[in-house]
């Protein structure tokens, strides 16, 4: 993994590097990285798609992995960590507080319970008086007060104390600009060698003209297999009339008449036009498209009467901060209407139900490779890592998507590449793993049992599961395809096997429940989505994975639809390219929750006959770790009791 790194910083080839479980990703980038900084080479910079995963590499990677690279190379190469504005505290709030109007800033369910009451509102305020305090001590300290080091707080309180970015007020205006705290994460890293990000910010980065992270020479980006979500999900806004009349109220105070009932009154039409309307995508003249129109309109006219004035370089204070970060959200709130009544062609418009907040509209992009493929690719060499890159066996699917190649990987041996489009040279590798797979685990197909249906599930899966959890002892951790499924799962097997402990996603914490989890050995966990990526547990904790289904798309997904008929109009296969690649992916992250080092044993079992029964079986099998594979139960379940007797 290094050396195929190494080649791609000394060379400029994009390299899409698969790197399992056990490899030590972290180190096999931060090793070559480091030396190549050592030695003189341009800046680099790592992006990851956790906050979990940077505080890591902070805190335990990287200083081990330059103290390594000074005892050999006689350099130690300057590192810094860089987040998104919200992550850092604003001392213009911290120190200035708020107005009433921008209770906005607050979200609703927080808002709602420090208005019930006198306690709840005590609890809200000390807890912001708390971090005020906290934020001048690390002042004092010259640290950057950073989110993550900050005391217990609730998100409303942290709100209180930090800035959107549409609001900040840049540091010539801000009376506390010369000490911002952002600003001095960015010093830092302008003053740094290697510099650590997130996907996000590497989006922001790209659609803003490089004004977020300093000047780099490559790019590293670990955790690869989030790249397009997270990057999605950094060019994506969501609207909803709540927002409108929040955000209206908060600019009354500096509206005429006309204007302000004007955007109340596009608040209410948004609401009209969502309920008049069908839930899901928006592609044509309707109410939804005429109240998209009417928020423009009306967002438009108010923020030229907040910004007539008030507007100089100079330093301001009070009643015109509070002004022109009350400008800067009503822009916000246009700039997503305007792209709401767009419908471009490169953008997917959408309606959502929420079962407490009504309708909202959203708006994400058909694709990001366009915009991965101009604003990074184009700009520096770029590696891609992660243990889960080669979906159907191969690199192209991912390649595609980030925007290397729109069909097939790019020859380097031809004369000329076809296309624009196909002008980048990029390599894949497979590096392996430390696990022996095949001897390690079994998959285990359920290839008798009925094919999923929607409206929960059927007899025999119930009974498979409460099986397969008796013969492990418990030690289960159940991915379901939807929180009914794993409810019901739940429900089922406590009956079947009440000395068992079964926790399920929703009974509480998802932190409380994965630390139970793992405290009992004999515990099982059922969940969703965020269990299919986000949990790591090694040992006999987890000797069983089941999975109810194969994890495509929801088929109602807007933006899922969307991706595969633009793929079917351009000829491709649309389901293979978007739906079966995105259940592979799946597949792959969430059979990887059973191996986590090498004396791990245990059975993945899949209850979805058509993964062995279906043509696209092949394509999703092969995106998995290569254990022996299996579709006799009994096979499986005697193989999990051997287990059981082994730790007697």
Not at 121 to 128: D, K, P, Q, T
Not at 241 to 256: C, G, K, M, N, S
């Amino acid at each position: 993994m290094a050396d195929a790194i190494r080649d791609s910083l000394t060379t400029g080839t994009h390299g899409l590097i698969q790197a399992g479980t056990g490899t030590g990703k972290s180190l096999g980038y931060l090793a070559p990285a480091l030396t190549h900084l050592a030695e003189g080479g341009d800046r680099v910079v790592v992006a990851t798609a956790t906050l979990a995963l940077q505080a890591q590499l902070a805190t335990k990677d990287i200083p081990v992995a330059l103290d390594a690279v000074e005892e050999v190379t006689g350099v130690r190469p300057k590192a810094a960590i860089v987040k998104g504005r919200t992550n850092y505290a604003c001392l213009y709030r911290a120190r200035e507080g708020l107005g009433e109007e921008q209770d906005a800033l607050i979200g609703g369910t927080e808002l709602a319970k420090a208005t019930r009451g006198a306690d709840a509102a005590s609890a809200l305020g000390g807890e912001v008086v708390m971090l005020r305090e906290w934020v001048e001590e690390q002042v004092a300290a010259r640290e950057l007060a950073d989110r993550d080091d900050a005391p217990p707080h609730t998100p409303a309180a942290w709100a209180q104390v930090s800035i959107p970015v549409r609001e900040c007020l840049g540091t010539q205006r801000c009376p506390y600009g010369a000490e911002c705290l952002v600003e001095g994460s960015r010093e830092r890293a302008r003053a740094a060698d290697l510099v650590v990000t997130n996907h996000a910010l590497l989006a922001i980065n790209a659609m803003h003209g490089g004004t977020v992270l300093p000047e780099h020479g490559a790019v590293i980006i670990d955790e690869a297999h989030d790249l397009v979500s997270r990057v999605t999900g950094a060019a994506s806004s969501e609207l909803s009339p709540q927002i409108v009349e929040r955000t209206a109220r908060r600019a009354l105070p500096w509206l005429d008449d006309d204007t302000g009932v004007d955007l109340l009154e596009a608040g209410e039409g948004l609401e009209k036009g969502l309920a008049d309307s069908e839930v899901g995508r928006v592609t044509e003249d309707g109410p939804a498209l005429r109240a998209f129109e009417q928020v423009r309109d009306a967002a438009r006219a108010a923020v030229s009467k907040l910004t007539g004035k008030g507007e100089s370089r100079q330093e301001v204070s009070g009643d015109d901060a509070e002004r022109s970060q009350t400008a800067a959200a009503v822009k916000e709130v246009f700039d997503i209407a305007e792209r709401l009544a767009a419908l471009r062609a490169t953008d997917v418009v959408w309606i959502s139900e929420r079962e407490r907040s009504g309708r909202w509209a959203h708006v994400a992009p058909l694709s990001v490779a366009g915009l991965m493929r101009e604003k990074v690719f184009a700009e520096t060499p770029v590696v891609l890592t992660s243990a889960t890159l080669k979906i159907g066996g191969d690199f192209d699917n991912v390649a595609a998507t980030v925007g290397l190649s729109r069909k097939e990987r790019v020859d380097s041996t031809a004369a000329e590449p076809e296309t624009e489009d196909e002008l980048f040279n990029w390599a894949g590798v497979d590096v392996g793993s430390p696990f022996d797979y095949r001897r390690q685990g079994i998959l285990y197909v359920g290839a008798g049992l009925p094919k999923p249906r929607r409206d929960g599930m059927a007899p025999e899966l119930l009974a498979e599961v409460a099986e397969l959890v008796w013969a492990a002892g418990g030690r289960t951790l159940g991915l379901f395809a939807s929180q009914r499924n794993a409810e019901e799962a739940a429900r089922y097997v406590r009956a079947q096997l009440p000395n068992l402990t079964i926790l399920c996603q929703g009974d509480s914490q998802l932190s409380d429940l994965t630390a139970r989890f793992i405290a009992d050995p004999g515990a099982s966990l059922f969940g969703t989505l965020s269990l299919w990526q986000g949990i790591d547990v090694a040992g006999d904790t987890c000797e069983l994975v089941i999975m109810d289904k194969i994890p495509f798309p929801r088929p109602d997904d807007p933006l899922m639809q969307a991706r595969q008929q633009a793929v079917a109009e351009a000829g491709g296969n649309g389901f293979m390219a978007v739906a079966a690649a995105h259940a592979g992916l799946l597949l792959a992250q969430g059979s990887g929750r059973l191996i986590r080092r090498s004396t791990d044993r245990g059975v993945v079992a899949v209850l979805d006959p058509r993964l062995v029964t279906a043509r696209y079986g092949s394509f999703l099998r092969s995106s998995m770790p290569d254990f022996w594979v299996t579709a006799d139960r009994e096979v499986a379940v005697q193989a999990l009791r051997r287990l059981q007797e082994n730790r007697a």
